[in-house]
């Protein structure tokens, strides 16, 4: 198989009281296992059509690809952004923060309001934007729509029911409200520092 599901830097319970075990359980092992498998089938049925030179169904095929790949690629960055131990962001993070937002506290509610805001299921993400050279806040739709390729994802939050139905049920404002609390700002200190330096050259060459 080509992709496989991660393992968690940590136990299901080590969340609560903010993400109950039962919800990480079945969102990392049922949900996510989900999104590897499909992943794996649509690679499987491109090598497949590609043997017999007939692409009838790629135009599915590449859909599939896309959600189940999206999904796939969203909960591994998802869950190295949780910790059960969460400061603040420090250092070039935070300055960055400040600098492209005007404070942490404007970055939060802006992130927060972009997460509460979103039509149906997707997720809400600080990005940095490899054209622009600057960070961004977007809304992602699904698991693949409304993210431009030159965007690379620093914090993701995932606002599908399935990741906290079974402890906030529809009120989503106090879930974005717990995320605060478990967020891994050394694991996004060191995607930003991992792409900001290099990235606008890499993508205009």
Do not use: C
């Amino acid at each position: 198989m080509t992709y496989q599901l991660p393992e968690l830097n940590y136990g299901y319970s080590a969340l609560e009281p903010h993400i109950s075990a039962r919800i990480m359980e079945l969102h990392h092992s049922k949900h996510h296992q989900a999104y590897v498998t499909g992943a794996n089938a649509a690679l499987e049925a491109m090598e497949k059509a590609r043997s017999e030179d007939n692409f009838a169904t790629l135009p599915k095929l590449q859909k599939d690809l896309a959600f189940n790949l999206g999904g796939h690629v969203n909960h591994s960055i998802f869950w190295k952004n949780l910790s059960p131990s969460s400061s603040a962001p420090e250092g070039d993070l935070a300055a960055a923060i400040t600098e492209y937002f005007g404070s942490f506290e404007a970055f939060k509610n802006h992130f927060s309001a972009a997460a509460i805001g979103i039509q149906g299921s997707g997720w809400a993400y600080l990005a940095w934007d490899a054209l622009g050279n600057r960070m961004i806040i977007g809304q992602l739709y699904d698991q693949q729509g409304n993210l431009a390729m030159g965007n690379i994802p620093l914090l993701m939050l995932d606002m599908w029911e399935h990741a906290f139905y079974l402890d906030y049920q529809n009120v989503k404002a106090d879930y974005v409200k717990a995320f605060w609390n478990i967020i891994s700002w050394e694991d996004v200190a060191n995607r930003f520092g991992s792409v900001s330096v290099h990235s606008k050259s890499l993508l205009l060459g």
